[in-house]
């Protein structure tokens, strides 16, 4: 039985899990100026995938490179969500 598919799923939806956070924390501290810096990270990641011979390393580091991707449309969307005022502004009680 091979059980790689299910190792990578569940990175994949830890990795999720972790992101949600990030974008709320740095769109809080940081705005949206930010994006630049997930977009060097998404970069490095996915490069870094095509290095690692081990398919879960690989996998993992492709995930991690398109969760920061994700992330910038994200950063965006969470600076629409405060506007709403679904989540507080820095500075505000």
Same mark, same amino acid.
């Given at each position: 039985?091979?059980? !790689?598919?299910? /190792?990578?799923? /569940?990175?994949?939806?830890?990795?999720?899990?972790?992101?949600? @956070?990030? &974008?709320?924390?740095?769109?809080?501290?940081?705005?949206?100026?930010? +994006?630049?810096?997930?977009? &060097?990270?998404?970069?490095?990641?996915?490069?870094?995938?095509?290095?690692?011979?081990?398919?879960?390393? %690989? !996998?993992?580091?492709?995930?991690?490179?398109?969760? +920061?991707?994700? %992330?910038?449309?994200?950063?965006?969307?969470?600076?629409?969500? &405060?506007?709403?005022? +679904?989540? @507080?502004?820095?500075?505000?009680?």
């Amino acid at each position: 039985m091979f059980i !790689s598919g299910l /190792i990578i799923g /569940i990175i994949a939806f830890l990795f999720i899990g972790l992101f949600h @956070p990030i &974008v709320i924390y740095g769109e809080y501290h940081f705005g949206t100026k930010i +994006w630049p810096f997930f977009l &060097v990270l998404g970069i490095i990641f996915c490069i870094l995938s095509l290095f690692f011979e081990n398919t879960i390393i %690989s !996998s993992s580091c492709g995930i991690m490179g398109f969760c +920061w991707f994700w %992330s910038i449309n994200e950063l965006f969307q969470q600076k629409k969500r &405060v506007k709403r005022g +679904w989540f @507080p502004k820095k500075g505000t009680d």
